[in-house]
T-cell receptor, first 111, second 113 residues
Framework: QKEVEQNSGPLSVPEGAIASLNCTYS??????FFWYRQYSGKSPELIMS????GDKEDGRFTAQLNKASQYVSLLIRDSQPSDSATYLC???????????FGTGTRLTIIP | ETGVTQTPRHLVMGMTNKKSLKCEQH?????MYWYKQSAKKPLELMFV???????ENNSVPSRFSPECPNSSHLFLHLHTLQPEDSALYLC????????????FGSGTRLTVV
């Protein structure tokens, strides 16, 4: 069974600090990785994608991928109360069209 | 309209009713998906359509019946549902290929009474 694992949280971070969200996956051959943000009662929204080892930055968000260790992380700098949401990690395993989602990490930014 | 549109946003139905959920995408994508999201569970993939052909059915009970008449429209027909089927049903679309993420619709909050 190919899996994506996340700590469900809740993760509480003070406003202005760095929030760090982690995700591990079971299939070493996985090719593409995505982070989604889901506000309560809303649908998931794609915020980052990463395909190669290393870091990818987009504004306050940085995705980090380490294929050897099979983990992907999301850093949110200068956290804002509006960043409070559940963050879903999604992985496309090798040879498969579909995305497999983790259970999500609930993040709360404390003013 | 842009993006992925789902209707209705909310649906309450009895266990003997028949209803349909509708999804429409305006993004030129060629794959569409139905997901179920229940509290404290990961997103559960139900059906995948690629180029209008069903390519995956994740052991979904037959009381859920998908239909994809063209690459822009996807339906989920519901009949004789159970209370445990109450959940948020999400439609998504994407280009095919490993580099593409999904765009989700707003979802239909379904309550079976």
């Amino acid at each position: 069974q190919k899996e994506v694992e996340q700590n469900s949280g809740p993760l509480s971070v003070p406003e202005g600090a760095i929030a760090s969200l982690n995700c591990t996956y079971s299939d070493r051959g996985s090719q593409s990785f995505f982070w989604y943000r889901q506000y309560s009662g809303k649908s998931p929204e794609l915020i980052m994608s990463i395909y190669s080892n290393g870091d990818k930055e987009d504004g306050r968000f940085t995705a980090q991928l380490n294929k050897a260790s099979q983990y992907v992380s999301l850093l949110i700098r200068d956290s804002q109360p509006s960043d409070s949401a559940t963050y879903l990690c999604a992985v496309r395993f090798a040879g498969n069209e579909k995305l497999t989602f983790g259970t999500g990490t609930r993040l709360t930014i404390i003013p | 309209e842009t993006g992925v549109t789902q209707t209705p946003r909310h649906l309450v139905m009895g266990m003997t009713n028949k209803k349909s959920l509708k999804c429409e995408q305006h993004l030129g994508h060629n794959a569409m998906y139905w997901y179920k999201q229940s509290a404290k569970k990961p997103l559960e993939l139900m059906f995948v359509y690629s180029l209008e052909e069903r390519v995956e059915n994740n052991s979904v009970p037959s009381r859920f019946s998908p239909e994809c008449p063209n690459s822009s429209h996807l339906f989920l027909h519901l009949h004789t549902l159970q209370p445990e089927d109450s959940a948020l049903y999400l439609c998504a679309s994407s280009h095919t290929g490993v580099g593409y993420g999904y765009t989700f619709g707003s979802g239909t909050r379904l309550t079976v009474v």
